[in-house]
């Protein structure tokens, strides 16, 4: 259906562009790679046809079929691979999303004991209100409504959908990354952390002494620092070597180990394999 008045829509100051569309759909109409990126947003995944493979951080692999969705939280470095005949509508979220005019997203752990969550990579199915508002939603992209405001207030009845039709339980584990008592605190990590080389640095990029730092962190994420930057230095050097065509001794140099043998004993210990043997498995 044709947008009424469309170059009076692309003239507004409001008219999203592509960077910065909350919503955005994306066909593809043979197997490739979509995108391989680190998240400086958080974002909600719906694959509506087809099917989407994901490597998120430490979760790789993870299939997303037609009627699903999935959440890649800020901060994790991704790559989406898509079959044939995929269509995946993406929207981004802030933490300080509303539910609904009672309830934030963060109210979540109010609700549900999130402490008792074993987190694996959640993906919930797309169910029959919500499947109707996402190919609406699609449609009026694809006339080229793309008016700022008209994305906000389709977030905000996203959200309301959400918890209309999914359970608070099934929301804390689908959210679970960005959940925590320290909500801005934990969005200040996620966007510093790697430009920190360590924990000194990381909590003097967000202004605190590391007792302070540490103790803010174990209430956040439910572990110490030193062993989530660990977690995540692994990640990224598995992201590296899976992905980059960079050298192992490149990669090596980059997250400063002393050398290539030091490197090799690290991925050996962390992941059961060479840094050979993990890029001829994945190449």
């Not at 100051?13 to 391989?36: C, W």
């Not at 700022?148 to 918890?163: D, G, P």
């Not at 003097?204 to 030193?226: D, E, G, Q």
Request: aromatic content about 12%; overall charge positive; glycine content about 4%.
């Amino acid at each position: 259906m044709s947008l009424l008045y469309s170059s009076d829509h692309q003239k507004c100051v409001r008219y999203a562009s592509p960077g910065t569309a909350i919503f955005r759909s994306v066909r593809s109409k043979e197997k490739n790679s979509l995108r391989s990126r680190d998240m400086t947003s958080s974002v909600i995944v719906f694959v509506l046809e087809g099917e989407l493979v994901i490597d998120c951080g430490i979760y790789k692999g993870m299939l997303v079929p037609a009627g699903h969705f999935a959440f890649l939280p800020k901060g994790s470095r991704i790559n989406a691979y898509a079959q044939e005949n995929t269509l995946v509508l993406r929207c981004i979220v802030d933490n300080n999303m509303r539910l609904c005019d009672r309830h934030a997203l963060g109210d979540l752990i109010t609700k549900v004991d999130i402490s008792s969550i074993v987190y694996d990579y959640s993906i919930l199915p797309v169910r029959k209100r919500l499947n109707d508002f996402l190919f609406l939603m699609v449609d009026c992209l694809n006339d080229g409504l793309n008016c700022l405001r008209y994305h906000q207030s389709k977030r905000e009845e996203l959200f309301l959908l959400l918890q209309a039709y999914y359970t608070r339980e099934e929301l804390a584990g689908f959210f679970y990354p960005i959940l925590c008592n320290e909500m801005e605190f934990k969005d200040l990590v996620l966007s510093n952390y790697r430009k920190a080389k360590d924990l000194q640095e990381l909590a003097a990029l967000v202004n605190m002494s590391v007792v302070t730092f540490n103790r803010h962190f174990k209430k956040a994420f439910f572990m110490s620092a030193a062993q989530w930057m660990e977690e995540q230095r692994a990640g990224d050097i598995l992201h590296e070597i899976q992905t980059s065509h960079k050298t192992f001794s490149e990669i090596s140099l980059e997250y400063n180990f002393s050398s290539p043998s030091y490197f090799t004993a690290f991925c050996r210990r962390k992941f059961g394999k060479s840094p050979k043997q993990i890029r001829g498995r994945d190449r």
